[in-house]
């Protein structure tokens, strides 16, 4: 089945047709760099994330491009609060972005470029720009004609008169429509600065992915995404900005994740409810953040909760144990059985489940039921009194596969043997045989403060960190 994409230019599913045959160039836009990432910045990082993955895991070769802002109103702002250097912050602030992505299981994309890296690409477009009469000079400022440009808002999917409503001139600006936005900026006092032929300044905000799109994936681009506050104004001034300049379509499909909801009211940073990254990461396995997040359709907004996270905690903590039943069955395991057929069937048809949810809008949630199936599957034949190599080992590998495709991991380092530990266990087997029970007790005790938590099972006993 090919892959359908809610297109957010044409409110509808399509079938996703690539460009160039087996490539995908996608474009996400990534944060403002002037604190830490906070869990609305880390929902489309993940989705995105994953939908790449999904594209690799069906045989495209993907070119995913995700952009740093590093000059910007805000990290001025912050700097000179601080009292640092912007590129020290900024800096600062991208290695910690990637500290918190990496904790959450994304990769990082194939080309992060920087505003500040392509300042003579982004004068050089805007100078293009003026040339074609779609943005004018004013007192240092370059803005946008936005009435020049035929289709404004189709994005968006609002008329340029319904627009024009709730349109003003801020204070200091000279432009010739209220609908007009910033291109480039005269400097302030005290601003970093660059050099243009308007005199010094810094570009506006949405010029920027303009460029740094058309620098790294071409005039044309398969997918543009990002979150669903930004299809207006910064996307539709994305389009309008490189339709203008090249006279081709920008991007041929759009996507846009919901909005993160904290105990069901609005994120908000002046409602004080937003929480980072770098501090919830501290209290919850990442892990289940991540397959908190991709319990919900990426479209939909999702409520950040309490009760729903430990929700995904014991989720996931459930497909972990069913994998690593798996594994120490594995372990003990002979091709004694005759009834593998059946379960090879069962086992594909899990991952055609899982292709059917993923080729459609790339429906994560479905795909973890999926997940869940498989491991009902395999929680069923290992009730079987004989178990066959081959089944197990199909089984360790399907989930391996398609867990890889959604970012989770089954087997954590935390749930790896150490030889203390392992002494210990076996100690108080010994004392469990001798029927010295005080000692058993004793050394599950040890353990547990120690945050080791022991399950005994059929195929013997299991341990695990408490999350």
């Not at 160039?25 to 939908?51: E, L, Q, S, W």
């Not at 994005?155 to 024009?164: E, P, T």
């Not at 299809?231 to 900005?241: D, G, L, R, Y």
Request: glycine fraction near 6%; proline fraction near 3%; aromatic fraction near 10%.
């Amino acid at each position: 089945m090919t892959i359908q994409i809610f297109n957010s230019l044409t409110r509808q599913k399509e079938p996703f047709v690539p460009l160039e045959e087996g490539k995908v160039k996608m474009y996400v836009c990534g944060p403002t760099v002037y604190n830490f990432i906070h869990i609305g910045n880390a929902r489309p990082v993940i989705v995105y994330d994953t939908v790449r993955r999904y594209f690799q895991y069906k045989g495209y070769d993907v070119k995913y491009v995700s952009n740093f802002t590093d000059v910007d109103d805000k990290i001025i702002k912050a700097a000179n609060e601080l009292g640092e250097d912007v590129f020290e912050l900024t800096n600062r602030f991208i290695n910690a972005y990637f500290e918190d992505i990496t904790a959450l299981g994304c990769h990082k994309a194939d080309v992060h470029p920087r505003v500040t890296n392509h300042m003579d690409d982004i004068i050089s477009f805007i100078g293009v720009l003026i040339e074609k009469g779609y943005a004018y000079e004013s007192q240092g400022d370059v803005y946008y004609r936005t009435r020049k440009f035929d289709g404004y808002g189709k994005l968006s999917h609002q008329s340029i008169d319904d627009l024009k409503v709730g349109a003003r001139i801020e204070a200091g600006e000279k432009k010739e429509d209220p609908l007009d936005f910033a291109l480039w900026k005269a400097a302030k006092p005290g601003e970093i600065k660059w050099e243009s032929p308007w005199g010094e300044g810094r570009p506006g905000w949405h010029i920027e992915c303009s460029v740094m799109a058309r620098e790294h994936l071409g005039d044309t681009i398969d997918i543009h995404a990002g979150g669903q506050d930004l299809t207006f104004p910064h996307h539709e001034n994305e389009i309008a900005q490189s339709e203008a300049y090249t006279g081709k379509t920008f991007a041929r499909y759009w996507m846009h994740n919901g909005y993160i909801n904290i105990d069901n009211e609005k994120m908000s940073k002046s409602l004080g409810n937003f929480v980072l990254v770098n501090d919830i990461r501290q209290q919850i396995d990442p892990q289940v953040l991540r397959f908190f997040m991709l319990s919900v359709h990426y479209r939909h907004p999702i409520n950040f909760a309490q009760d729903l996270v430990e929700s995904a905690r014991s989720g996931l903590e459930r497909l972990r144990t069913a994998y690593s039943n798996v594994q120490y069955r594995l372990a003990s395991s002979a091709n004694l059985s005759d009834n593998g057929d059946e379960y090879i069937e069962k086992i594909n048809e899990v991952k055609k489940q899982f292709e059917l949810a993923m080729d459609d809008d790339f429906n994560t949630a479905n795909g973890i039921s999926a997940l869940f199936e498989l491991a009902r599957i395999a929680n069923t034949y290992l009730n079987e009194s004989n178990t066959e190599e081959r089944i197990l080992k199909t089984l360790i590998e399907t989930f391996d596969t398609l867990g890889d495709v959604l970012g989770i991991k089954f087997l954590t380092e935390n749930e790896l043997l150490d030889e203390e530990i392992e002494a210990l266990i076996e100690e108080r087997n010994m004392a469990r045989k001798n029927r010295d029970f005080a000692r058993s007790d004793e050394i599950r005790d040890q353990l547990l403060s120690m945050n080791i938590i022991l399950e005994d099972t059929r195929q013997g006993t299991r341990w695990k960190r408490g999350l």
